[in-house]
T-cell receptor, first 113, second 107 residues
Framework: GAVVSQHPSRVICKSGTSVKIECRSLDFQATTMFWYRQFPKQSLMLMATSNEGSKATYEQGVEKDKFLINHASLTLSTLTVTSAHPEDSSFYIC?????????FGPGTRLTVT | DAKTTQPNSMESNEEEPVHLPCNHSTISGTDYIHWYRQLPSQGPEYVIHGLTSNVNNRMASLAIAEDRKSSTLILHRATLRDAAVYYCTLGYNDMRFGAGTRLTVKP
């Protein structure tokens, strides 16, 4: 099946710094990608829908100035967590739309100290 | 609000069939039913999808009620590697997840 990669897989950063997470579709073009965050023992929470060449659509309650999403090409979307705080520590997952289903990345575990 | 409801958890014995139910009473006529599963510390993976007819693939079977308000994911012989959280979702580009069902497989 199609492959979606994320980089980095794990990152530790200090409070107040920014962190960029990359999501790539390796063998197909994805006009739409999704970003999720997941806390321990909880379900995936949709943060935003990322469309190539246009502004991302954020879910209610997600700060667009804090979670910057860029989808500059058909194979790459990035999520930047700006001015990170310990409460932003979470598992971040992206997905890309295939022909009939979503392909998910392996996730990025962010720890903010 | 999630458009699907699933039991929080289920248990199965290894090599026995497992039937995972999902209710989606507000499904629209064009919504596909998708199932994904998530192993610990991994991203979800696609399992199966269908619209009206029952579907089979190498991983599982999907039984869809005639009124499409519910569906059942069937694992024909559960293995320890099938222990995961199973999510039932509707549509294709409206990718909101409910709580899912945590499947435990006992040896």
């Amino acid at each position: 099946g199609a492959v979606v990669s994320q980089h980095p897989s794990r990152v530790i950063c200090k409070s107040g710094t920014s962190v960029k997470i990359e999501c790539r579709s390796l063998d197909f073009q994805a006009t739409t990608m999704f970003w999720y965050r997941q806390f321990p023992k909880q379900s995936l929470m949709l943060m935003a829908t990322s469309n190539e060449g246009s502004k991302a659509t954020y879910e209610q309650g997600v700060e667009k100035d804090k979670f910057l999403i860029n989808h500059a090409s058909l194979t790459l979307s990035t999520l930047t967590v700006t001015s990170a705080h310990p409460e932003d520590s979470s598992f971040y997952i992206c997905s890309a739309s295939g022909q009939y289903e979503q392909y998910f990345g392996p996730g990025t575990r962010l720890t903010v100290t | 609000d999630a458009k699907t409801t699933q039991p929080n958890s289920m248990e199965s014995n290894e090599e026995e069939p497992v039937h995972l139910p999902c209710n989606h009473s507000t499904i629209s006529g064009t919504d596909y039913i998708h199932w994904y599963r998530q192993l610990p510390s991994q991203g979800p993976e696609y399992v199966i999808h269908g619209l009206t007819s029952n579907v089979n693939n190498r991983m599982a079977s999907l039984a869809i009620a005639e009124d499409r308000k519910s569906s059942t994911l069937i694992l024909h012989r559960a293995t320890l590697r099938d222990a995961a959280v199973y999510y039932c979702t509707l549509g294709y580009n409206d990718m909101r997840f409910g709580a899912g069902t945590r499947l435990t497989v006992k040896p």
